[in-house]
């Protein structure tokens, strides 16, 4: 039974260290995506307000023309947010995929689908904000449908995200998820919902005091109710972190406790600070600013300590598991080298390579059929060696293949790789030149007889005129091949004739007297040479 | 085989990343370093002269190359982590491991790229009359971050690729410096100063109003178009020159592949038909006649955007059966792991497959063979599709061809397995040919227990 093994290459960077790199990445990225939620959240609230409140003109252009209007002064620094959480998001992602390879990429094939959907989500999103922040107005109507648009797909993506890092979390119900059609069971749905808001919650929090601080500067109307804003988001987020708390699946560590702890009394103190000062009295950021900070990083940290509880026994086991795989692979690796040394020295360039590479293992090394895989086929690759043919015709064999047997299509080479492949089997066993005559001695008799049972018999799969296009034979697979273009020297096509053609719909006829059948080779073989068989066969009884 | 299976769906995964790839070629080159180094020319132009004009010019392009680069940009190149990670994600966490350091340092790179592009873009007002300077050395502050950038990940590029010395010794700086580096660097530097050029003259015909700065202007870019196309083509020819033999014949395959490039008259006569058009744009906007340029530019850009996607799609195809020389298959079987396949089967060492299918039958064993060792090129019904693959085929051949494909075709992994299992994925393709099964989750290929339960 196999096991779940990490990635084997070895670790690039110490495990302590890459933790701490990705923590602190971690935490720059989550900032930025908070504010960018949370402007796009507080502009959206914002124009849907003005619109409320009559303050929007008739078209959407405010009615105090002189300065930008307050949503989108709100957006204009959505595109800073934004460009500062995609880029430092790449820190993080790198990290945890060489730390956590196995928890991470399994949560996220599992979830692919929606993992892919998120660069879509992230550009119609961004486009869509930069849009609405734009100086121009349009129609608020437009605006409207813009803005709904742009929030519903900003709001899915920390969504999607949750969803991959809820599953990564908890190897345990990986199975489940999988068998569950990729549903959440109910306490995993629950424990994914609240965290969801509590990004949320955050994003409103991050997002008003930064507006507080860096949009609405002096304006007391709008700190008001940004201050307002944050008051609510605080709120929400002890309501909501209460619930996450007790939706989780595994223990705090002492450690969590210690962070909740300190988490909690700053979330109070900011409350407490917001509900006063929402009196009137501005804020100072020299102690908002630090708390809110500090808050963010205890809350991660207990985010921190919950994840490492949930990848510890499975990370060290993975890694062990690893190290018995390669172990196991060592045996094998010298030789995987070699034959990549090999591989790598052939160059598919010349008709010799191309044969012995591509075409060999059925045909053989001396073209004969008989190649070390021959004696799989249902239909016996064709002897090479026998073929007389025209360069016209095998390029649209070797080209296009030959259905119904197990000869492929070789397309992907180019014409003049084909070309040097038919020069090699030209110049190696005369493919192109013209079949030897018959040496068999055939009477008149038996090549009238010949003619009359070519045409009453052969002729009806492999036409009068040996084309092979008549109504019998053009849906057969293989094909019976185009006399004119194609024979065999004499010996092979009489063995042809007499046993027939092993898995295609070519019957022996080895009841026909020998005669008969060098007769029938004759008839063949002046196809392909565009003589009738008449006056050819006036030839066969002067050799009498 | 250590993470739960996804195909992308009809389009199969290999297109996906590509496409995602190619845009982010076209927006990473062509405007965050290419269209971002004319506006602070532009700028800088201005600045010398104290023109005004060519300021505003300048002023006028940032915005919109701003917002490309931080939406379609940025998102494409985070998309280049995400495709790849939910489609072949065991390759990008092995690539990982060999490239952690370089990655990281791009990163923070590409950080500071957005901090100083992002200041530049906000500062231009604020940063005027004597402080103009300083705005100027901003930008071309930028420039050095972005030529830094694609000289990192050109050395991580390279090396999927054609390296010669990483899969003897291991060695992470045979591996980034490998041989292409230098003519991939000198090509995309090239490249992004051309669709650069392309793209700035778009924005200055099409956008701005100032016909006298027009004709001036046009002149400077049409010149700086044709300077980079020369290096540009030397390059290329360079690049093509250092590759391996054996991973060049597979260059022509590339094209070969689609159908309407396969006889090679065409698709060389397409070359010069668009070489020609850029030829044509560059002469237009050097004689200054903005109606002739504005006529050409289009399709003249269509044809730089076409050798950049070809150059990419070129590098991607010539790795052949490889994702990490020496290493791992394109399909992510290891190359060792190859060989214990061949012994001790790959059905027995499939986490996932083992977890999920209770009751092993045809088809699911079968679909499981197919989705690792054919699932990163083939699909089911999609494009590349395997069942036009093997069309006309009987089980048999099948049965021959999948124990040869690395030796028949020269771009193709080998099949891992036993007898046994490619006698099953055989009779599985036979079947599928017939229609005689189906699929409960194709993305998946793999019946998900529960399912059989509706």
Redesign the interface.
Known sequence: ?????????????TEMLARG?LFAAFALHLLFVLMMLGTGILAFAYFTRAWWAGELGGAGAPTAASELRWDKRVLRTF??H???A??????P???I??VF??PF??A???F??L??L??LF??AA??SF?ALGHKAHVHRHVHLAIGLFAIVVLLAIPGFFAAVLVSAENPDR??SI????FAFDRPLLIHWSLRYLHVLGAAIVFASAFHYFFTAKNDSARRQSLVRWMLGGLLAQVAIGIGLFLSLLREPTFSGYVYLFVGGVLAAALIGLAAFHSGGVPMSPRFVVPGLVVLLVSMLLVRQGFQDRAFGALIPQVRQNAEEYQK???S??E???K???G???????NGTTIYA??CS??HGTEGQGDGP?AH????PPENLAAVRSTKAYLYLKISQ????????YF???????LDSLIAYLAQTWGVLAEPSPVTAPVSKADMEAAVQEYQRTCAQCHGRDGRSLTDVSKDL?PQPPDFTAFSLQPQWSFNVITNGYR?TAMPGYGSLPEGVRWGLVKVVQEKRMGGSAATRSDAGTDSQ | ??????Q?PWLGDGL?IGV?AVIHVFISHGVSIGLVSMVVLAEYVGWRRGEAGWDSFAKAAIKPT??II???G??????I???T???V??G???M???F??P??IE??V??M???V??TYY?TWDAWSGPRKRRHVYLGGSYMVLAGLSALIITGILGFMLTSDGW??DRSFWGAFFNPTFLPQLAWRLSEALVMGAAFVMIFLLFWHRDLALQREALRLYATILAGAAVPMAASGWWWFHVV??????HA??AF??MTGL???PWFWAGHVVLVGLVALAVAAGWLRSGVMAKLLILPATFGVLVFAAEYEWVREFIRGP?LM??YMYANTV???????FRQEGML?????Y???AQTPSLEEEGAFLFAQNCGTCHTIGGRNDIRARF????E??I???L??T??????MPAFSGTDEERTKLARFITQLQRQAVHLEAP?RYTR????EQQ
């Open positions: 039974m196999s096991v779940l093994h990490d990635i084997l290459l070895p670790l690039p960077v790199l595109l800073v934004k460009s500062m995609v880029v430092l998001g790449v820190g992602l790198l990290l995929q060489v390879s196995i990429f399994t996220l094939t599992i692919a689908p993992w892919l998120i660069i992230l550009i961004s486009l930069d990986w199975l999988l068998r569950g059609r196991k692979l060592d094998y690796t030789q995987a080298v034959d990549y040394r591989h790598i020295q052939i160059v598919y360039d590479r591509s293992f059925c895989d799989y086929l249902s239909v293949g030959v259905p119904g047997s197990g000869m492929p397309s992907y080479f180019s014409p003049p790789k697979r898995g | 085989m250590e993470f739960p299976y996804f992308f996906v995602n701003v917002i931080t939406s379609l940025a998102m494409t190149g985070v998309g982590w995400f495709t990670s939910a489609m994600p065991s990008i966490g092995s990982l491991r060999v952690f350091w990655w990281f990163w923070v590409f950080a790229e957005v901090v592009l992002v906000f899969p003897w391996p033999s054996s991973f060049k014949t022509v395959f070969q592949m396969r006889e090679t490889y020389p020496g290891l190359l060792s792991e190859h060989e214990l027995k060492h499939a986490y996932w083992n977890r999920l069309r006309g085929k009987p048999d051949a049965f021959v061809i124990g040869r690395e030796q028949m075709i020269p771009f993305a998900i227990p529960g399912q």
